[in-house]
């Protein structure tokens, strides 16, 4: 059988590579609730972009209605000094 000495150095190793472990484990989680934090603030400034595309979209479209309308009555008032 293993001597006390032998056993104690053992259970040492031991403790020290399950302290290892627990570091890494550690590390880990910080890693991962980083990362999480960050792909929420990009999810975050994604959706607002994709609001500011709406916006634009939209601003775009009743920009060339207007712009219609305005073709439109120029006609009519071109036609109506023609006569």
Same mark, same amino acid.
């Given at each position: 059988m293993a001597s006390s000495g032998a056993k104690e150095q053992f259970l040492r190793q031991m403790e020290q590579i399950v302290e290892g472990i627990k570091q890494n484990r550690m590390?880990? %989680?910080? $890693? $991962?609730? %980083?990362n999480k934090m960050r792909r929420d603030q990009l999810n975050d400034e994604y959706l607002e972009l994709l609001e500011k595309q709406r916006l634009y979209f939209k601003t775009i479209k009743d920009f060339k209605e207007e712009c219609r309308k305005n073709e439109m009555l120029l006609s009519k008032l071109r036609a109506k000094g023609a006569s």
């Open positions: 590390k880990m %989680e910080k $890693k $991962k609730q %980083e």
